[in-house]
């Protein structure tokens, strides 16, 4: 039993000291410290990604619980296709228009539906930056979807709530 503790310990420290291993001789302190700032940084930034992302489906049941049973199926579509449709449209036109590259064109139109053309803010992933973005796009179309609760057919829906 005792023996088995200790190899654990080993096998632990040796899968600890393997990564500080492989750091080439001309890594300083200072630059593994920035890549530990950056990665840090990306977790909360996905981490605070996420909570706004589950105000979605609480904004889909304050929604259901306030209108009749008979709209529950209808409330939750809006909801899913809000997300879904709002994020592409995000991805294609708005992500683009938000960060234009450098007034190199009108309204950031060059870029739509790319993410080559802006550099990481703080040097943070783009792909994550771009999820930030899109979870606060998102949840700001869904309170459209709760004010017309039960008001509005959805194919109406739809027209109204893409720009």
């Not at 700032?37 to 909360?44: L, P």
């Not at 803010?121 to 309170?143: N, S």
């Amino acid at each position: 039993m005792k023996h088995t503790y200790i190899y654990k310990v080993a096998l632990v420290a040796l899968a600890l000291a393997m990564p500080m291993a492989s750091f080439a001789a001309d890594t300083t302190v200072e630059t593994l410290a920035r890549e530990i700032e950056i990665s840090i940084n990306t977790v909360w930034m996905l981490l605070a990604a996420m909570l706004v992302f589950f105000m979605q489906p609480g904004f889909a049941l304050c929604e259901v619980g306030f209108s009749r049973t008979k709209n529950t199926a209808n409330i939750l579509f809006k909801n899913f296709v809000d997300f879904t449709l709002g994020s592409f449209c995000f991805w294609l036109i708005g992500f683009g228009v938000m960060w234009e590259a450098g007034g190199a064109g009108f309204m950031g139109m060059p870029e739509w539906g790319s993410l080559d053309f802006l550099a990481a803010p703080a040097g943070l992933p783009i792909e994550g930056f771009l999820m930030f973005q899109t979870v606060f796009c998102a949840t700001a179309a869904t309170i459209v979807s709760g004010a017309m609760a039960e008001r509005t057919k959805f194919s109406m829906y739809i027209i109204y709530s893409r720009p």
